[in-house]
């Protein structure tokens, strides 16, 4: 079992950024994978980003070269830098971990809204 705890989120005007936290207690096994997805209102969850522990990343279409992933082993924490922010990113956020593809787990999940 593994803990998440978001932060970060907020509203912000489009083109702004947002840095995104999340804390993850556990093992260091259960964190092997650690990223983040979102949902839009009316949308399907997305994946957004994620990271595995040897530090390969894959990203959505939608945010590659605005988004960047990044983590703290020692700290059980992955981060998402969020840059030029448009109103399509507005979603909640979700950071999920786990120790496998199969074997994620999610947090409660931060709201974050671009708009002017």
Do not use: H
């Not at 995104?20 to 209102?41: E, H, K, N, V, Y």
């Amino acid at each position: 079992q593994v803990q998440l705890v978001e932060s970060g989120g907020g509203l912000v005007q489009p083109g702004g950024s947002l840095r995104l936290s999340c804390s993850a207690a556990g093992s260091a096994f259960s964190t092997i994978i650690m990223g983040w997805d979102r949902q839009a209102p009316g949308k399907q969850r997305e994946l957004v980003a994620t990271m595995t522990r040897d530090d390969t990343t894959n990203y959505a279409d939608s945010v590659k070269g605005r988004f960047f992933i990044s983590r703290d082993t020692a700290k059980n924490t992955v981060y998402l830098q969020m840059n030029s922010l448009e109103p399509e990113d507005t979603a909640i956020y979700y950071c999920n971990a786990g120790p496998s593809w199969s074997r994620l787990y999610w947090g409660q999940g931060t709201q974050v809204t671009v708009s002017s």
